[in-house]
């Protein structure tokens, strides 16, 4: 029989390197903290991107645990009384004016302590509206593309292509489409005039067509003579046109020079500028849900400085980003720097119930369950007496209350009560008392019984 052939000996083998996520959670349980989820993933694509030796991979995860640990906040922390210290406290240096957008000089958008009041406030429409759009990433170094897109968003109206002018003798207005002005925005003769029959009221105007050829040729819009406008009751405007016919004839130019022909209702002015590596849009004028119907926009990267467009398209979590986004390069932009997790408890506590409160008489502090709480902040005599009416009951939890009727507040070591509570057996045993007997009780003088005597 042939000899069996010896089988090698197996190597030894090693057991498989720990992932990246084990090890930052091992490092953080031996530091007695929990990292968070978003902390654990940035934490792994640094160190991975790094190539550091296992010795000093181990050395940074701790460090970064035990710092994440130094960090953390005590329990009984006042953060909300620091947060507002920290963020108004820094709004004292903020400048007062409007300043233009940075890279956008055409473009004025409110900055500074106008621009954080409008936030904490939570006003639905901004003083200054404005969108930062991109565009798909595959167009983004088209400039040709991208100001295609820019048109289609920019509101163009009649007048942006078009002369407007009144013939008093006729009674009519003349609309004069203009080539240049029609080709750099890229509209088009029948456009326009399907935007003047939509828009006109039929009823007191008729278009017809006017002198010229081709794309430049006129629209005329004439006054409709009484009784031809086919309606049996007519309404108090109608009357009044016909009494003054030129009157009617404003009215036909001043609805014409307001006509939309395309482009996002809201959106006055579209400008493009470069960034970095690609062409990126600013409008003048929001409207998150129109900007995002449009074929070639980005709908990750676009955004708005409105926090309500953004809570209506995307939510309240999106909403509290937005907010914290927004604070964020406000007080940057000044050159203020504001640690951001003040910003997050502003931003939570404003969004914390679904929807935006603002923060003061018709928000949060009005809203408070502590009486003396609302009446300390504002309108102090009727948030009393209304509470003096329905019973309101307080149970003075907070910091405002507290110190209102002069006890400490329960915050810090005013949040802890000690109690002693000796272990079994830590006491030592008191000897007994000595047995001293009763004295007898002497009934009193009027409690004794008269003796009768024996006959």
Known sequence: MPAEKKSAPKAATKAPPKD?????????????????????????????????????????????ARRFGRAEVDAHESVGVIAAQSIGEPGTQMTLR??????????????????????????????????????????????????????????????????????????????????????????KRAEIESALTENLDLRLFEIRPGSGSGETRTFEIHLKEAGTSGAKTKSRREELVEEMPFKKLLIASEEASAIRIKGVLGIRRALIRREKDEYVIYTEGSNLDGVLEIPGVDGVRTTTNSVFEIYRV??????????????????????????????????????????????????????????????????????????????????????????????????????????????????????????T????????ADELEPMVPEA
């Open 20 to 64: 990246m996520v084990q090890r930052i959670l091992d490092a953080a349980k031996q530091e007695h903290v929990s990292l968070p989820p978003s902390l654990v993933e940035g934490l792994k694509t640094k160190v991975q991107t790094l190539r550091l030796s296992p010795a000093d991979t181990n050395k940074i995860l701790h460090e970064v």
């Open 98 to 187: 409007t300043f233009h957008y940075a890279g956008v000089a055409e473009m004025n958008v409110t900055l500074g302590l106008p621009r954080l009041i409008e936030l904490v406030d939570a006003r639905r429409v901004p003083s200054t509206p404005m969108m930062t759009v991109h565009v798909d990433k595959k167009l983004k170094n088209d400039r040709d593309t991208v100001e295609e897109i820019a048109l289609r968003i920019e509101v163009t109206t009649v007048p942006d292509v078009a002369a407007i002018g009144t013939v008093v003798e006729d009674l009519k207005v003349v609309v004069s489409p203009q080539a240049a002005l029609m080709a750099k925005r890229g509209v």
């Open 314 to 435: 995307y939510g309240v979590e999106a909403a509290r980003a937005a907010l914290i986004h927004e604070t964020n390069r406000t007080l940057a932009e000044q050159g203020l720097g504001v640690d951001i997790r003040h910003l997050m408890l502003v931003a939570d506590v404003m969004t914390n119930e679904g929807d935006i409160r603002a923060i003061g008489r018709h928000g949060i502090s009005g809203k408070k369950t502590s009486v003396l709480a609302r009446a300390a902040f504002e309108i102090t005599a009727a948030h009393l007496l209304r509470a003096a009416i329905i019973g309101e009951v307080d149970e003075l939890k907070g910091v405002a209350e507290n110190i209102i009727v002069g006890q400490p507040i329960t915050l810090g070591t005013g949040a802890v009560n000690l109690v002693y509570r000796p272990l079994p057996g830590a006491l030592p045993k008191r000897a007994p008392a000595p047995h």
């Open 437 to 444: 007997p009763e004295p007898p009780v002497v009934p009193a």
